[in-house]
């Protein structure tokens, strides 16, 4: 280890907590409160510096002080640690060690594992009996509920992330297990929140078991907010999820002057066609990778026929396909099957491509779907780097998403997008197609027609305008792009590096007017920050 690296790291972390902790002192002053804020632990740095703000706001307006807990038991560690763990949490709790030191500077009280004692695990065994009455098949395992609080969808995405697999068979021993220690949770949490004064919670996701406090929140309105580098919202019980603002889209941009709206579709319309361009998108901070990047390649991609061509933009089997809510199937892979099976059933020209930022995370879609086009030989595999203008002018038909990026992209081409979900950012807009319920897309596939070009290119750039640009990112920072190269990539917001970047750009005058606009939208109750 390089030794001028990590005392390097030290003298960071001990400039930061000696900051933050001069910086936001309520929770700190609550000490002795019985009043709780529930904070979610995690070693994110950008969540450090964001919650900050948010927790230090909520500890003055309720009067309580900061409990924090991990969101990750279950989903990527055991949820009962043994001896050497115990030891460990235990040593970072008592020197505030890393992590432990960024929270106690915050002004957390408590970091707490959740404990699971006899009586929880009693009342987990004796739900998980009705198991076989209640999880039937992965439909109704989605929609499971204990005293009316949805958790299946959070079980059925924590697993998928923890084992990677691209799908759930609720009959296997190894699902079953995860299935009781998540009704361990589960009934932690009923417990946790019976015996405490939540006065709010402050989470960093709506999905994975995680979001388990947030479920709670929710059905004992308690203030609960989910908070993201570029974004923050006050989820509800109507908008359980992060993202919901495209609900609002057509509402709010009504109230634009014609003048107004006329400016906005002109800054959408520069922004569509730069992406298209290959240029990478400033929207999408997580993108290293272009989907629409040029390449010299000039051989077709899609075969010279008559045929309907349809492609299959995928989506992550294992990253929370429930991140807004049920789709017509129960994961992205049932999805992809029934697609194979039609394939078989039809006569049309079918292609598939992955994104090609899927390889830089832990996942392995690409690799499930290299498998799954040798099952169904009629589907062809492009490449991830195939750029879509070749595609588009190679005259694709149709494109098929469940709810993806692509859905609001191809349209502004004359290109049709059928999706399969209610739940997706168009849901308000006519230029994709929106099958009612799974019958009627499964239907739709089969009898395909050669389509008529779409021309709504004036709504694709109202919709384009409202998703980025108004629900922008700049909620905690002013140019997240500028940071992004500054800390020196999408990585490094979660690192050392943005401490770094916070602690070498902080000005007094900007700190007090982000604490002042973040406590303006808590008080405001409004369910996204919009920051103009």
Known sequence: MNLTWYFKKVLTRIKLEKKLSNLFRNSAANNNKKEIILLEFSNWSINHLCSAYVCDILSKKYKATIESFPSYPLTTVALEQNILQIFFWRLGNLFSLKTFGIYKSLGARNIFWPKINDDIKKKAISEFRQYKKKIKSNESLQNYKINDILIGDLIYDSYLKKTLRPTIDVNSLRFKNFFLDSLKLYFFWDNFFYKNNIRSIVLFHSVYLGALPLRFGISRKIPTYVLQFNKLYKVNKK???????????????????????????????????????????????????????????????????????????????????????????????????????????????????????????????????????????????????????????????????????????????????????????????????????????????????KPKKVRMQKKVLEHYYMKYEYFNNRWFFDDLNKVKKEVKGYENFFREEIYNYWLHNFELIEHKKKYFNIEKSINSNEYVMVNK
């Open 239 to 449: 908008r359980i999820f992060t993202g919901k603002q495209y609900l609002d889209f057509k509402k709010i941009f009504n109230k634009f002057s014609y003048s107004e709206k006329n400016n906005n579709l002109k800054i959408a319309k520069i922004k569509i066609l730069d992406r298209f361009s290959g240029i990478l998108p400033t929207d999408l901070l997580f993108a290293d990778k272009s989907a629409f990047s040029k390449t010299a390649n000039s051989n077709r991609v899609l075969e010279k026929s008559k045929k309907i061509k349809i492609l299959i933009a995928t989506h992550s089997f294992c990253d929370s396909p429930h991140a807004f809510g049920n789709f017509f199937f129960a994961d992205m892979y049932i999805w992809l099957e029934n697609l194979g099976k039609i394939s078989n059933q039809t006569n049309y020209d079918w292609y598939i491509k992955c994104h090609p930022d899927y390889s830089r995370y832990f996942d392995n879609t690409e690799e499930i779907v290299k498998d799954f086009v040798k099952k169904y030989p009629r589907i062809k595999f492009l490449k991830s780097c195939t750029p879509h203008q070749k595609i588009i002018q190679e005259g694709i038909d149709y494109v098929l998403t469940v709810y993806g990026t692509i859905a609001g992209e191809y349209p502004y081409f004359g290109i049709n997008v059928i999706t399969a979900t209610k739940n997706h950012s168009q849901t308000q807009y006519d230029f994709t197609i929106k099958p009612k319920n799974k019958k009627e897309y499964l239907q739709l596939l089969r009898n395909l027609e």
